[in-house]
């Protein structure tokens, strides 16, 4: 990607994808740039602000420690009133990376869901938390020379039903279809869907562990990809500029 000075904000930045989305992005932020990472865990984000560190030092990196499972709109609001200040100050470009997510609970019938408190702490992670942060930080737009960029990352799962996931596929459905009517009500926004693939994560880790994991799921992690790998596909993928927006991209489609 061309080096510019960027605003970034990457979801679920402490490890895995995440991390990988900060770390490929900070190869071309020139000085000036800032980029913020969100997770629960600050020891995770402390170790991605310091890979992206050693890769450049000019990002200003802003560590925001929050459970996105309870996301509260008043501290995304006071988070982004801090971090833009100025209206002077312009940014080249900007992105938003919907990361954060979780397949658990998983391994269940979906006719067997009945705990409503369940169902309602799996889409406030999954969905309600991505909905808060576009709303806060949609304002961001009129602080930069390009087209506010916001990708979700998607999954197979979004379009493809896969028995004993029901909360994940119902989860990444809902939410590749709320960036869809986006794509369509903001004409001055470019919105992708990003499916990254099977890849090589401690979340795929734990779920091979878990008892509850099926074999017909285990059959998609024959040949898991590299988390860096897939971010340097979306990277391509968001420079080349040539995708229609809401559109979903798969790692493995040819662009």
Not at 29 to 41: D, F, H, N, P, Y
Not at 211 to 221: A, M, N, R, S
Request: glycine fraction near 6%; proline fraction near 4%.
């Amino acid at each position: 990607m061309k080096n510019e000075k960027k605003f970034v904000l990457v979801t679920g930045a402490s490890k895995g994808f995440g991390r990988s989305i900060a770390i490929v992005w900070a190869k071309s932020c020139s000085s000036g740039s800032k980029m913020i990472l969100t997770a629960r865990s600050e020891e995770g984000l402390n170790e991605t602000e310091k890979e992206i560190k050693s890769l450049n030092s000019d990002i200003k990196v802003v560590k925001f420690i929050t459970d996105h499972g309870n996301p509260v709109k008043a501290d995304y609001e006071a988070l982004f009133n801090r971090e833009i200040k100025d209206p002077n100050d312009k940014y080249d470009s900007g992105f938003l990376f919907h990361n954060v997510g979780v397949v658990e609970p998983q391994g269940d019938n979906i006719k067997d869901y009945s705990n409503l408190k369940e169902m309602e702490n799996y889409f406030r992670l999954n969905l309600f938390s991505v909905m808060i942060i576009n709303s806060v930080f949609f304002p961001l737009k009129q602080y930069l020379s390009n087209p506010l960029v916001v990708i979700n990352i998607s999954s197979l799962a979004s379009i493809q039903p896969i028995p004993s996931w029901g909360y994940y596929c119902m989860g990444k459905t809902a939410r590749q279809m709320y960036f869809q009517i986006m794509a369509k009500e903001e004409d001055d926004v470019r919105v992708l869907n990003y499916s990254p693939g099977p890849m090589d994560t401690s979340a795929i880790d734990r779920l091979k562990e878990s008892d509850k994991t099926i074999d017909y799921v285990k059959g998609f992690w024959t040949n898991l990809i590299e988390p860096t790998t897939s971010a340097e596909k979306m990277a391509f993928i968001i420079e080349k500029n040539e995708f229609q927006s809401g559109v979903q991209i798969d790692f493995f489609d040819d662009v």
